[in-house]
């Protein structure tokens, strides 16, 4: 990426490859999801059961295991940056703007669209007596928002946690970490992915997300460390490859969503050296920024919050009334969901209070 001349984002000093990940990552969820709508491996919901063609799933067993884990990870890293410079009330007040808002009141004025998708999808819109369908939409329409409420939870754990270690020492401790114990970690989010994973709403699993956003706080966001995982990214990078064509070949026709699929040792070594990986090759080779990695550094939230729907509406529409062949559906469904997502992002933030509860932007904070 070609550089250019300094902004704020653009600060001397600044890690440009967390920013990277992350934006790339959203990417892929946002590409995730026209591959998801279409699954044959009977992750629900599908558009229709005949939407998809096998073998395009392997897409999602390659990123599925991961990609999330990571965003958690590197959250936990760019909350203690903010906690440099903000007190935990600042920190809170943040929270409750950026994420709390849009993954609660803007379920009220956007999500509750994909809420009734959702219904209509999964036949049962006409069960729902119609003066309670627009709660009902409300509750359903929640979809990747998950993600964003939990990390609100998270951030509220994390103050709780810095007003009982007031010295910072679990911080301190944590960098003398060493590669080997780096690598050992997997044993850590092995566990947590057997812990405290909800019932039916299997996105929420508490207990290795939280894992990866408390390890991506408390070990991650020392500067050695960071230097360690570049150290052994080309070995990472090979062990990534292997897990995932193993871990791809042993579940696939497996639905990827199930317990007997994320709780397995492989998938965890697998989504372990992939995060590993990641970080150490963009360290390495992803350093930079440029125009366009600034707009989507600054942007990328937004397009997660937004393109949810976007993708149902694409997914169903060209399914139903495209008439083309199903591997064309994919293309074409995607290309319009990436448009359309970058379209509808910038008209919102665009719109003085829907700005606010949909995106989390104040008027003077575009």
């Known amino acids: 990426m070609a550089k250019v001349q300094n902004t704020d984002i653009y600060k001397p000093g600044r ?4 920013d990277n990940i992350r934006w790339v990552t ?3 969820v946002l590409i995730y999801h026209i591959f998801y709508l279409y699954n044959t491996v009977g992750v629900p919901f599908p558009i229709a059961e005949d939407a998809g063609i096998r073998a395009f799933d392997t897409f999602s067993y390659i990123v599925y295991p991961w990609f999330m884990v990571i965003l958690f990870l590197i959250s936990g890293i760019s909350s203690r940056y903010a906690l440099r410079k903000q007190t935990n009330r600042e920190f809170l007040k943040n929270k409750v703007t950026k994420l709390l808002i849009p993954s609660t009141l803007g379920l009220f004025v956007y999500h509750w669209i994909s809420g009734y998708l959702n219904v209509k999808f999964g036949g049962g819109l006409a069960y729902i007596p119609r003066f309670i369908r627009y709660p009902v939409f409300v509750m359903a329409g929640i979809g990747p928002l998950w993600f964003i409420q939990m990390l609100f939870l998270f951030s509220v754990l994390l103050v709780v946690l810095r007003n009982i270690d007031k010295e910072d020492k679990v911080w301190a401790f944590c960098g003398k970490i060493n590669i080997v114990m780096i690598v ?3 044993f850590l989010i092995w566990g947590a992915a057997q812990v405290l994973n909800l019932p039916v709403l299997s996105t929420y699993r508490f207990g290795i997300y939280g894992a990866a956003y408390l390890i991506g706080y408390f070990v991650f966001s020392h500067d050695e460390v960071q230097n360690s995982i570049e150290k052994i990214h080309i070995l990472m990078l090979i062990a990534a490859i292997i897990l995932g064509v193993a871990f791809t070949v042993r579940y696939f026709g497996v639905s990827y969503s199930s317990e007997e699929c994320l709780k397995s040792f492989l998938t965890n070594c697998y989504l372990w050296a992939a995060v590993l990986a990641i970080l150490g090759c963009g360290k390495a080779w992803f350093n930079n920024t440029s125009a366009f990695a600034s707009y989507m550094t600054k942007s990328s939230f937004g397009f997660y919050v937004v393109h949810y729907l976007v ?20 293309f074409l469904a995607l290309a319009i969901e990436l448009t359309c997502t970058v379209l509808i992002y ?6 003085p209070v829907i700005r606010y509860l949909v995106l989390g932007i104040k008027a003077n904070n575009q």
């Not at 910038?346 to 719109?351: A, G, I």
């Open 311 to 330: 993708a149902q509406l694409t997914c169903y529409l060209v399914y139903y009334y495209g008439n083309f062949p199903r591997a064309i559906n994919y």
């Open 26 to 28: 959203v990417v892929l």
């Open 184 to 186: 050992l970690l997997v």
């Open 346 to 351: 910038e008209l919102l933030k665009r719109v």
């Open 15 to 18: 890690k440009h490859y967390l």
